[in-house]
């Protein structure tokens, strides 16, 4: 090598050291984290996948399952399946993390492609759009105070170190949509946590409330509670945004005892519309509601096998339930009742070779009765009304035209309730300094119930029921 060649390979080697840092880990061939002007950032968590997903019963969604949208057993779609192929859930996660004495300062964003814009499709060249799913900032005190905000998961998320941002566990699953009876959002909130050594940790939390739409029968329509999505104010005008009147708070105790991660936590909402009367002027009505979850988590077997449980119950609280069936119903004279829910899922880890992780998961999400008589028509008006039309529920909907299907009808029951069983297994096919490489297969029975109503299908449980019995298969490449 001549001097010029050399004098150019000692530039590029200091601006490359300039530009990077060093590699934060000892063998600088293969690393897992980079140096930044003091600041270590890691790619860790980003994957390239490529899925598949079949069902049973076409429900016209990709990867992502609508858990409160089974068909009916006797619907149109019930009778044809469908079968969809993606890689729409890659990710790309970014971590950046800075000690700064008593501070520990770290930024996580993260983003993957399942969301849709207006020129999404599957016709020839399969352009989903880039989602934001994570993106929050973090300060860490070593006197074991935790501030953080952005969007991330809510606190009631399960976690597995304290209440620390970054430790979530959610179920395994190749589904977007994780499970029936997972306790979650991914939202915006602001939260404050103190450490009480590695065995305690309390935790309260702001964040980002939505009143899902009123759900049931007869509902009056002589309110207001939210708003289509305002473009010039950057919501989406094709979604509905309700006019919180507060954020959701949320308060959390962790417990590692020494033997598992055990939670418990309560959350508080409000919820508020305007009525407009028949006489008299327009006015606010608002109403509290809330819950109580926990859950635990533990090995066994000398960590081959591991358990866990965690449920939600209370009122207005159908949000924090994978299914999202609904929070609230009206009464006649337009005040809001909350309904009442329950999520809840077990999982089971099995770990039979150091390759291969086997897992099995239950869950369900309830929603309950809830309804009154209007004085003035004499109907039954809210949730799981036991006049619903249930005729239809049996019978497959006659065409509506000629070699035209049709809605189904007869058939209007609200949902009782939503669970799922779901095993599968993901095996290493490799896992080194170079990343990691497996694949996943994954089987799901889910169910819809409806509440019982009149003319057919009135025997408990309703009588009328949608069952999807689908399977994933899911390869994965992850950064190291």
């Not at 149109?76 to 729409?88: C, K, L, P, W």
């Not at 599957?122 to 905000?149: I, K, P």
């Not at 409000?270 to 635990?296: M, Q, T």
């Not at 004279?333 to 009442?340: E, M, Q, V, W, Y």
């Amino acid at each position: 090598m001549n001097s010029r060649l050399k004098t150019v390979a000692v530039i590029v080697a200091m601006v490359t050291n300039c530009a990077i840092g060093s590699y934060a880990q000892a063998d600088n061939t293969s690393p897992t984290e980079i140096r930044y002007k003091g600041i270590t950032i890691s790619p860790a968590g980003s994957f390239i996948a490529a899925e598949t997903v079949w069902r049973q019963a076409a429900m016209g969604d990709g990867l992502n399952t609508h858990l409160s949208s089974v068909p009916l057993a006797y619907s149109n779609n019930a009778q044809m399946s469908e079968f969809q192929g993606s890689g729409r859930q890659s990710r790309i996660a970014l971590k950046a993390s800075g000690d700064v004495g008593q501070f520990m300062l770290t930024g996580y964003y993260e983003m993957d492609w399942l969301s849709a814009g207006v020129t999404s499709n599957n016709n020839q060249s399969n352009s989903y759009t880039l989602r934001q799913r994570q993106l929050w900032a973090d300060v860490r005190m070593t006197s074991g105070w935790d501030f953080s905000g952005g969007q991330g998961w809510s606190l009631v998320t399960e976690t597995a170190q304290g209440l620390k941002r970054g430790t979530e566990v959610l179920p395994d699953s190749i589904d977007p949509q994780y499970m029936a009876g997972f306790v979650w959002t991914r939202q915006y909130s602001f939260r404050a946590v103190k450490d009480f050594g590695n065995a305690i940790s309390l935790g309260v939390s702001l964040e980002n409330a939505q009143m899902l739409d009123p759900a049931g029968a007869n509902l009056p329509t002589n309110l207001l509670y939210g708003s289509s999505g305002d473009s010039g104010g950057l919501y989406n005008p094709a979604a509905h945004y309700s006019f919180n009147p507060t954020p959701d708070f949320v308060a959390k105790i962790a417990v590692q005892p020494g033997w598992g991660h055990w939670e418990l936590f309560g959350i508080g909402r409000r919820f508020r519309d305007r009525i407009y009367p028949v006489s008299g002027p327009p006015f606010n009505h608002g109403v509290w509601a809330g819950g109580i979850g926990g859950g635990f988590r533990g090995p066994l077997a000398g960590g081959r096998l591991a358990v866990g449980l965690k449920g939600l119950w209370g009122d207005g609280v159908g949000r924090y339930g994978s299914s999202a069936i609904a929070d609230v119903t009206l009464r006649p004279d337009g005040t809001i009742s909350p309904l009442h829910g329950l999520s809840a899922i077990s999982t089971v880890q099995v770990r039979p070779h150091k390759r291969l992780m086997v897992y099995f998961n239950y869950g369900v999400d309830y929603a309950g009765r809830n309804w009154s008589i209007d004085a003035v028509t004499g109907r039954q008006v809210g949730y799981g009304t036991y006049t619903a039309d249930m005729s239809g529920c049996h019978v497959e909907p006659a065409p509506g035209g000629p070699q035209s299907p049709s809605a189904p009808a007869g058939c209007t029951g609200n949902t009782r309730d939503i669970a799922e069983f779901s095993a599968g297994w993901w095996y290493q096919i490799y896992r080194g300094s170079k990343g990691n490489l497996r694949y996943g297969l994954q089987y799901s029975r889910l169910q819809r119930d409806l509440w019982s109503g009149s003319g057919g299908a009135t025997n408990p449980g309703g009588g009328a029921n949608g069952i999807n019995n689908m399977f994933w298969t899911s390869f994965r490449y992850y950064l190291p």
